[in-house]
């Protein structure tokens, strides 16, 4: 089964590979169509996956991510529409120069060929991504989790009725509908005809790709994600930016974790906090060195933060407390806990943030805005993969540019070298 998927898949990418980008962004409009006057079809499989999640005892977090509505559903058709906006970057010459060989050298981008997308919970992801491998003239291959099998069968139904009517090859978009883990270690091993695999969701599925794929692995998408509040910062705008970044969507990757509080303003800064945030459901986990801020707060709203919770990607209204002595001892901290996905400052001295930019190695460095930014829509990227938080190839929200690689031509004039 899965060997055929994959020789199907890298069939239809060569001709995919060809399509004029009229077409691609064609099929693209027509699925943002579909998806809506579809709606019923898909909210109903949805929600009997919803429900079947509930019975099972999934948490809050992992339901919210499963979860399509109407408004979704908008703005996933929405996404759809940007992409087609997008350039498309198939094509696309750089670093063209003449040599002193007589050679004209350019570099040309072209499709990677088949993609391979592991992920759980999230179903627009189903459309995100495969929307973004249509565009770019990649075959693609997905493999979503079992708890949402229903509305991924909706969806990619809606995908291939709208690359029938733009004469697509349905082959360029596979969808594995059954949970059986042999099937996924199946997947892992067809470097034959995988250019890449990117699976989204817990860090133990992430490792286990990483120890079990012999296709290279984009690793990324796990975000213990950090702002550091400097003396010099306005309070009230900070206090804005953390609740946006912990309350707007708590759910997913890039929503904060831990707050690192400068000492000079711990004592007015602290309690404006836990009040606000306390107003829309959070609860915290304080450091020892903040809990003499907030001893007029009683637990379960301030709890003792225990040896690991520095090392946890909440996923929900739980906030991480600390108090620093400056920017050296909050640089430190993201050091040692952050993943690399997302982390900011707020702060009103210059020197600090562009030290703060320069020594904070992550995907995604923010000065005085809030994490929630981290995604390919708002940067302007349409829509994303996966949030890469490795080196190589791609780094951060990848979009359209980083599922292409490149050739390089040369043009002579019968050119033979001496």
Not at 157 to 176: D, Y
Not at 331 to 350: F, K, R, V, W, Y
């Amino acid at each position: 089964m899965i060997k055929t998927m994959c020789n199907q898949a890298k069939k239809a990418s060569h001709q995919l590979a060809l399509a004029a980008s009229s077409q691609k962004n064609a099929c693209l409009l027509v699925l943002a169509d579909l998806i809506w006057q579809e709606r019923q079809e898909i909210l109903s499989a949805n929600q009997g996956d919803v429900q079947r999640a509930e019975k099972a005892g999934l948490s809050p977090a992992l339901i919210d991510r499963l979860m399509l509505n109407e408004s979704r559903l908008q703005g996933i058709a929405a996404s759809l529409r940007d992409i087609a906006d997008l350039p498309d970057p198939v094509g696309k010459i750089f670093d063209e120069k003449d040599l002193p060989n007589g050679l004209h050298l350019y570099k040309q981008r072209v499709p990677i060929g088949v993609l391979a997308v592991i992920y759980e919970s999230r179903p627009n992801v189903t459309i995100e991504v495969a929307a973004l491998a249509l565009k770019t003239g990649n075959a693609i291959i997905l493999r979503g989790g079992s708890e949402t099998i229903a509305t991924n069968q909706a969806l990619v139904a809606t995908i291939h009725a709208a690359m029938r009517q733009s004469g697509l090859p349905v082959e360029a978009v596979q969808f594995i509908d059954n949970p059986d883990r042999a099937l996924m270690n199946e997947l892992l091993k067809m470097h034959d005809t995988i250019g890449m695999l990117i699976p989204r969701g817990s860090n133990k599925l992430h490792e286990f790709c990483r120890e079990n794929s012999t296709i290279p692995v984009i690793i990324g998408g796990i975000g213990i994600c950090h702002l550091y509040v400097d003396e010099s910062a306005s309070q009230g705008d900070s206090l804005k930016v953390i609740q946006n970044a912990k309350v707007q969507r708590p759910t997913v990757c890039n929503a904060l974790d831990t707050v690192l509080v400068h000492r000079s303003i711990a004592a007015s800064f602290l309690p404006p906090l836990v009040e606000l945030l306390e107003k829309d459901g959070v609860t915290f986990r304080a450091h020892e060195n903040a809990q003499a801020y907030l001893q007029k707060f009683s637990t379960p709203l301030v709890q003792p933060a225990g040896p690991e919770d520095f090392d946890i990607e909440w996923l929900s209204l739980v906030l991480g407390i600390k108090v620093v002595g400056g920017l050296e001892e909050a640089l430190a901290h993201i050091a040692a806990h952050s993943t690399g996905h997302s982390d900011g400052i707020l702060t009103e001295n210059t020197e600090h943030a562009k030290a703060f930019i320069a020594q904070v190695d992550s995907a995604a460095v923010y000065v005085n805005a809030s994490t929630r930014y981290t995604d390919g829509g708002q940067f302007g990227l349409g829509a994303e993969v996966a949030v890469s938080t490795q080196r190589l190839h791609a780094r951060g929200p990848m979009a359209l540019e980083e599922l292409t690689t490149y050739k390089w031509v040369a043009q002579g004039s019968y050119s033979v070298r001496p």
